[in-house]
C-alpha cells in the first residue's frame, strides 16, 4: 500500500458497534426472555462480554488511544446496560401508599445543578410487591402513587412514566463514538 493510500480501520473501529450490539441483546434477553438467567448469570455475562472487549480493543490500538478508548468503551458499554434496563417494559402497574419517605441530597460531581434530592419510598402496594422505590418522585406520607414493575422481578420498579432510556442512550451513542474515533485514528496512524 502506498503512502497516499488511506488505510482501512479494520475490525477494531467495528469493535466498540459490535460489542454494544452483544451487550445491549445480552441484556435485554436476561431481563425480559422466557428463559432468562437468574441475575448472577446476567452480572457474569455482562461482566465477560465488557472485559472481553475492552481488553481486544486495548491490545489492538495500544498507546494513549488505547487506554482513553477503553475507557470510554467500558462507559458506554454500561451506559447501554442503562439504557437496556430503561428500555424493558414493566408490564404491571400498581396503586400503593407511601408509608415513608427518606429525602438525601446527592452532590453534584461536575457541571449543572449543585446538588439533587433523591427519594427513597416505602411502599404499601398490592400483594407485598413492590416495597420501595429506590428513585421515586417527592411524595408525602400517606400519598398514592402509581408504580410500574417487572413480576418478574428482573428491573427494579419505577414510578408508572418514570423511564427515560434517552439520557443513556445519547450517553451510550456518544462514548461508544468517542472510542471508535480513537481506535480510526489510531489505525490511520500506524
Known sequence: MSESEPKEWGPVAALPAAAAAAVFAWTSWCFTGAAAPSITVTVAGVGVLLLAACASYF????????????????????ATVATADQTTARGEVAGCVVRDVRAQ??????????????????????????????DGPEAAVGARIRVSYDPGRRVSPVAEGGTSPWTAGVCAVFLLALATGLAGRRRSAA
Open 105 to 134: 441530597d446527592q452532590e453534584s460531581q461536575g457541571e449543572g445543578p449543585a446538588s439533587k434530592t433523591v427519594y427513597r419510598l416505602a411502599l404499601d402496594c398490592p400483594g407485598g410487591y413492590p416495597a420501595e422505590l429506590k
Open 59 to 78: 491490545v489492538r490500538v495500544g498507546g494513549s488511544g488505547g487506554f482513553f478508548g477503553t475507557l470510554f468503551l467500558a462507559l458506554g458499554l454500561l
